[in-house]
């Protein structure tokens, strides 16, 4: 006979797995027929799946397609110490990765050697054949995971203009930071569902987006003009013991810059341990009085206005002269001299006096047509507009300092800008470094074309200063060191006193020397700046032979011939030029 407490317990046990049942039941039937809005949203999170499909970063290249800048295959090395303490080579694993990744013994051992860690980094961005040799080893516990590294070939050449992309891969510098939207290309985007393993069902993809690789953008410079003019600033910094150094290589016609360096220099694939000074992008971000090359845009403004002309007699005052009480003075004192002599002699005192028969009102419209106190426009990030205070806030003798590179501050860029000009007949161009984006299918994104900014002096006055110019360069006048066989050179030097506290330095100056060849037919302008070279100071000897060592490696490059002609640059036709009204004297 069965016992009743037996059939009792039974029972209970029927009753509360049916109660069980019923309320699974009521609570499934509640869950997908009740108003559960947020639940559902949760496991549809738990499901869900989105991954961003990364892509590479466009290149930089130079105008001939030479790559500067590009995204590399890399692979991240990671470990997982748990199962290495497990597998008891924490010392084993250590000493071969510290000794193949080159990485401090002591920084690897503590990452692979924490207890319950399933995930440390080793070293990002290692080279497929690095990676290689640490895979071959077979060391277990560590993996390797896909990355992309941008990796700058010529690692310091042309490092101020290519800039860099951060670990972010954001454009920081340069080209990278000025074209970034185009570099970066466009990410992909895949939505989808994993099951219960947290594995994608592939047939379940609710969304695919494909990547947009990034474009490739082309330079107007030339990786062997760079280089030229690279190695020529490294022996000035070396030779003039100078604190920098930085040189500006530009088309006549186009303005296309075709080298553009500036010392001291970093590298861009270890940019993260480079001071900050070093990143500057001196030729248009540093701004300086730019001293007697300054004198070319005030003597062509006059001639152009036609108030003087070549053969006009300025009487220097031997060497001081006063003006409204104060002094001015010329490094070597002359009596008189013609303003063709004023140009080539480089005379502090005739080039005021031609400022002041300029008159302040015409002074400052043919500065600012030439494009001085504001941005040329060129397409790098970090160019400054230079000073020039508009007259309203000259002083009684401004126009007399403004005529000698005082008062007035330039960039490089601004200055061979308006030499540029004058080898142009008068056409102000904008510079340009950027050449055209090219997309991954080949397609021109955007194309530059050159531009004429405006039209400052006319192409007789042009014509005019380009004979000036050359005299500067041949026997008597201060840039005779720039002269290479064969060709001759229009150019102007420039020494200015660095400005301190209550005055002008004694020992800091700055040294120029700007110019364009051949002078009869100019193809390229070349501006070098030596920023306190040591214990030579003068553009005339730190600068002008710089720029002939680049410029007698260049013309052999481009194939830019010597031009043998009669028409204009012949020293009777230079004098002959607008002396229509006779000999004055001024």
């Not at 290309?185 to 947290?198: F, T």
């Not at 006193?497 to 209550?502: D, L, R, S």
Request: aromatic share 6%; net charge neutral; with cysteine.
């Amino acid at each position: 006979m069965i016992d009743k407490r037996y059939i009792v317990r039974i029972a209970v046990v029927i009753a509360a797995v049916f109660l069980s049942l019923a309320g699974l039941g009521t609570r499934l039937a509640f869950l997908h027929l009740g108003p559960n809005d947020e639940f559902r949203q949760r496991v549809l999170r738990a499901r869900h799946v989105e991954k961003e499909i990364v892509v590479s970063r466009g290149r930089i290249l130079d105008r001939h397609g030479n790559i500067l800048a590009m995204d590399l295959a890399v692979k991240n090395i990671f470990a997982d110490p748990k199962v290495i303490l497990e597998k008891n080579q924490v010392r084993f694993i250590a000493s071969h990765l510290s000794r193949l990744l080159q990485l401090d013994p002591a920084i690897v051992l503590d990452k692979v050697s924490r207890p319950g860690r399933r995930f440390e980094y080793v070293k990002k961005c290692v080279f497929e054949d690095k990676a290689e040799e640490v895979r071959q080893l077979g060391l277990p516990g560590i993996h390797f995971e896909e990355a992309s590294h941008r990796y700058y070939p010529h690692n310091h050449q042309m490092c101020h203009v290519v800039g860099f992309s951060n670990a972010q891969r954001v454009g920081s510098a340069g080209i990278e930071q000025q074209m970034n939207k185009y570099l970066k290309g466009r990410p992909g985007l895949r939505i989808g569902e994993k099951d219960g393993r947290r594995r994608e069902v592939y047939n379940r993809r609710n969304l695919e987006i494909e990547p947009q690789e990034g474009a490739d953008v082309y330079l107007t410079l030339d990786h062997n003009i760079q280089g030229i003019v690279e190695e020529a600033l490294d022996s000035a910094m070396v030779k003039h013991s100078a604190k920098a150094a930085w040189a500006i290589v530009q088309r006549i016609q186009t303005g296309e810059i075709l080298a553009m360096a500036s010392r001291p220099a970093y590298s861009l694939n270890n940019y993260g341990k480079t001071p900050q000074e070093f990143m500057r992008n001196r030729p248009i971000s540093y701004v300086y009085e730019p001293g007697s090359t300054f004198k070319v845009a005030v003597i062509a403004a006059a001639l152009n206005e036609g108030i003087v002309h070549p053969s006009d007699v300025i009487d220097c005052e031997n060497g001081v002269w006063y003006y409204k009480g104060r002094p001015l003075r010329d490094f070597h004192g002359y009596d008189k001299l013609s303003v063709a002599d004023v140009l080539q002699k480089s005379s502090n005192i005739g080039a005021a006096k031609i400022a002041l028969t300029l008159g302040d009102q015409k002074l400052e419209d043919y500065l600012r047509k030439f494009g001085v106190g504001k941005q040329t426009g060129i397409d790098l990030p970090g160019e400054e507009g230079g000073i020039f205070h508009s007259r309203d806030r000259w002083s009684a003798i401004s126009a007399t300092r403004i005529a000698m590179g005082h008062e007035v501050a330039v960039s490089a860029l601004q200055m061979l800008n308006i030499v540029c000009a004058i080898a142009n007949d008068g056409f102000l161009m904008k510079p340009m470094v950027i050449s055209k984006v090219v997309n991954a299918k080949g397609m021109s994104m955007y194309e530059m074309e050159p531009e004429v900014l405006s039209r400052p002096i006319s192409e007789d006055t042009a014509a005019t200063m380009r004979g000036l110019l050359t005299r500067v360069t041949e026997e008597g006048g201060t840039g005779r060191r720039a002269v290479i066989e064969g060709y001759k050179v229009a150019g102007k030097t420039g020494t200015a006193q660095k400005p301190v506290a209550g005055g002008y330095s004694d020992s800091a100056n700055i040294a120029s020397f700007v110019g364009f060849l051949p002078a009869e037919l100019p193809e390229v302008g070349i501006i070098v700046v030596v920023d306190e070279p040591q214990p030579l100071h003068t553009g005339g000897s730190v600068s002008a032979p710089v720029f002939r060592e680049i410029a007698e490696e260049l013309v052999h490059y481009l194939e830019i011939p010597p031009v043998h002609t009669d028409v204009a640059l012949s020293e009777n036709s230079l004098r002959a030029g607008n002396h229509s009204t006779g000999r004055r004297e001024l």
